[in-house]
Every structure is written in structure tokens, then in C-alpha cells.
């Protein structure tokens, strides 16, 4: 039984949207304001979803050939620091505020590592996955 695309990109998107969560939320609670935070945990996440978004599949990190193959796993690592700029410039439109590079380069490393480690471990999970069934299919 094969996994249809769609569910593979559900999978795919909402997997990295709680990686970009919890990445603003680890970035918030670095700098001791996770519990005062509030609705301003959303002018970091929407930006940075937004960004993920728009780069993302311009790079084919949800396209179906790239996923599952370990040699395309630079893709997400990519993308991100290439969304990175464009987070920290929607966020400092929505908050009328300068953008700091450093913030740039730590949220991009930050993000592009937590992308990397769930795209690894999906892509660790579905070939074990699938192991069974290729065997299967050839007997």
C-alpha cells in the first residue's frame, strides 16, 4: 500500500510548521520572555511560516522525487536560510522595526537545523517503512 502524495505533504507541512513553532517558541524562552509573550509569538511564526512557504517550494523541498531521497536532504537547509531574510523583513514590517542581522543568520540556523533533523528523521521513518512493503512486492 502506497502512501498517496497529498497525505505526504500534509505530513510534510504540518511537520514543519511545528518545527517553526517550536523554534520561535525556543526563541522566545532564550531570551526569558516565553511566559510574557502572548499573542506576540505570532510576529515571529506567521513571518517566518510565510516565508518557509513562499521559498520553500520554489526549492522543491515538498516535491515527491526530493523527499526521499538522502541526496536532496540540503534542500529544507537551504530554502530556510533563504527565508530567513524575508521572515525578519515581514516581521519587522508588521512590528515597524529595524531588522538585526544577527537575528537574520540565528533564525535561519536555528530553523534550518530543526528542519533538518524532522526532515531526516521522516525520511528515516518512511524508508523503514516502506522496507517491508518493496520486499513484499517482490516475492
Known sequence: MQSHPFSTQVVLYAGDGVVLGLVTLVGFATHGELTSAGFRLL???????????????WLG????RNILAVHEIWRPVLAM????????????V????PIDPVFVSVIG????????????IYLIVTRVARQPQERGSNG
Open 109 to 120: 540556523a536555528v530553523s534550518a537545523a530543526g528542519l533538518l533533523i524532522w526532515r531526516g
Open 61 to 64: 523541498v515538498f516535491n515527491s
Open 43 to 57: 510576529t515571529t511564526f506567521i513571518p517566518l511560516v510565510i516565508a518557509w512557504a513562499l521559498i520553500g517550494p
Open 81 to 92: 536560510f533563504l527565508a530567513a531574510p524575508m521572515a525578519a523583513w515581514l516581521r519587522g
Open 94 to 97: 508588521w512590528l515597524d522595526a
